[in-house]
């Protein structure tokens, strides 16, 4: 499945992130979902719950701004704009 794929590898991404910056934890996480991503935030949110047990983000807040231009270069794709680390 598209999606789990996408989230499957923001969680990869945010785990060698915090490994990186020395942080235990990851406590919030915002991202961008582009309008062709096949994810509503609320889908993101329990993809991201699932995918993310047992890793850096579990229990992470997150923040999601939805994209609705069809026309912008990242509209298949979901963008990782920050984290909150605790260390």
Do not use: K, Y
């Not at 590898?9 to 979902?33: E, F, T, Y």
Request: charged share 30%; hydrophobic share 45%.
């Amino acid at each position: 499945m598209h999606e789990t794929g996408l989230v499957r590898d923001l969680i990869r991404r945010i785990d060698q992130a915090a490994a990186a910056n020395g942080a235990a934890r990851v406590s919030g996480v915002r991202v961008w979902l582009g309008a062709l991503s096949h994810l509503s935030a609320e889908h993101f949110r329990e993809h991201f719950a699932v995918e993310a047990r047992g890793s850096t983000a579990e229990g992470a807040r997150l923040v999601i701004t939805e994209s609705d231009d069809l026309a912008d270069p990242d509209a298949q794709h979901l963008r990782l704009e920050s984290l909150e680390m605790e260390v």
